[in-house]
């Protein structure tokens, strides 16, 4: 995927937040509390639990659906932190051999369990947070968080951060078009031309991020990004959004749902040959 590519698909996630649905209208703050709710009770499970894991995806995925978010475009983005997530476990099979499950000829140790839920944590949470996004915006996010009680100086930070993003990524292309435009048969730059276009690219966003920096302090900047949206209200359907989920996710947490209806069919063929006892015969 080229960086055009990825950043177009970045930009997509701010135009799905502008859309119009009962999920985007709620305020912000309930969106993040409960999303802040579902990553401490994700996070606070055992390290060799995964089939527990299973029932968190399901906030993640009825949110996009209920706010119109491709689901595909939600998994090229959480793949993206696929490789990182891979090198922080990849050891852990190595380190952790103690037995925790046999299948026949195929031996689980607690470094697999271990392995695969961490991977299985990290695409959950990264989902999370793109779905957050995509229903609310980054802008709302943070101006929610700070709502909430997140120090103005972080806040801002991050609203910078994020707007950065799209400098950095804009003056990049800017130089491997022109590098292309330059050097039709050979498109890829060698390890050499890599170190130079990352010098340049250094030395253009500083310059460019001094330049938004004084026509940001020309038209007033006092350090608080200005919102011109209506400051929404916390109402009945926020309270409503935050009981339903903080009770969907006090359940995942506390009962082994996977457990529990792997037990089902056996609970059922119980009662039923208690019930009529010449049929299991």
């Given at each position: 995927?080229?960086?055009?590519?990825a950043?177009?698909?970045?930009?997509?996630l701010?135009?799905?937040?502008?859309?119009?649905?009962?999920?985007?209208?709620?305020?912000a703050?309930?969106?993040?509390?409960?999303?802040?709710?579902?990553?401490?009770?994700?996070?606070?499970?055992?390290?060799?639990?995964v089939?527990?894991?299973?029932?968190?995806?399901?906030?993640?995925?009825l949110?996009?659906?209920?706010g119109?978010?491709?689901?595909?475009?939600?998994?090229?983005?959480?793949?993206?932190?696929?490789?990182?997530?891979?090198?922080?476990g990849?050891?852990?099979?190595?380190?952790?051999?103690?037995?925790?499950?046999?299948?026949?000829?195929?031996?689980?140790t607690?470094?697999?369990?271990?392995?695969?839920?961490?991977?299985?944590r990290?695409?959950?949470?990264?989902t999370?947070?793109?779905?957050?996004?995509?229903?609310?915006?980054?802008?709302?996010?943070?101006?929610?968080?700070?709502?909430?009680g997140?120090?103005?100086?972080?806040?801002?930070?991050?609203?910078?951060?994020?707007?950065?993003?799209?400098?950095?990524?804009?003056?990049?292309?800017?130089?491997?078009?022109?590098?292309?435009?330059?050097?039709?048969?050979?498109?890829?730059?060698?390890?050499h031309?890599?170190?130079?276009?990352?010098?340049?690219l250094?030395?253009?966003?500083?310059?460019r991020?001094?330049?938004?920096?004084?026509?940001?302090?020309?038209?007033?900047?006092d350090?608080?990004m200005?919102?011109?949206?209506p400051?929404?209200r916390?109402?009945?359907?926020?309270?409503?959004?935050?009981?339903?989920?903080?009770?969907?996710l006090?359940?995942?947490?506390?009962?082994?749902?996977?457990?529990?209806?792997?037990?089902?069919?056996?609970?059922?063929?119980?009662?039923?040959?208690?019930?009529?006892?010449?049929?299991l015969?």
């Amino acid at each position: 995927m080229g960086l055009d590519t990825a950043l177009h698909e970045i930009r997509r996630l701010d135009d799905l937040a502008a859309q119009d649905t009962a999920l985007h209208r709620l305020d912000a703050r309930a969106k993040v509390l409960v999303t802040l709710a579902y990553l401490v009770s994700m996070l606070s499970l055992g390290r060799y639990e995964v089939s527990r894991l299973l029932p968190f995806a399901a906030f993640p995925l009825l949110l996009a659906v209920q706010g119109g978010v491709p689901l595909g475009l939600l998994l090229r983005r959480a793949a993206l932190a696929l490789p990182f997530v891979v090198f922080v476990g990849i050891f852990n099979p190595l380190i952790d051999r103690n037995v925790h499950l046999t299948l026949g000829p195929l031996v689980i140790t607690g470094g697999m369990l271990s392995f695969t839920s961490i991977v299985l944590r990290s695409l959950l949470a990264v989902t999370t947070g793109l779905v957050l996004v995509a229903v609310t915006g980054f802008d709302q996010v943070c101006r929610a968080l700070g709502r909430l009680g997140m120090p103005t100086a972080l806040l801002v930070q991050l609203q910078f951060l994020y707007r950065y993003l799209f400098v950095l990524a804009d003056e990049a292309l800017r130089m491997l078009h022109a590098r292309v435009q330059r050097c039709a048969k050979n498109s890829r730059p060698s390890l050499h031309e890599y170190r130079a276009l990352l010098g340049n690219l250094l030395l253009r966003t500083l310059d460019r991020a001094g330049r938004v920096h004084q026509a940001m302090l020309c038209r007033g900047f006092d350090g608080t990004m200005p919102d011109l949206r209506p400051t929404s209200r916390f109402g009945l359907a926020e309270w409503r959004f935050c009981a339903i989920w903080g009770l969907f996710l006090l359940a995942v947490r506390i009962l082994n749902i996977p457990q529990h209806l792997g037990d089902l069919p056996l609970y059922l063929a119980a009662k039923a040959g208690g019930l009529f006892p010449g049929v299991l015969k």
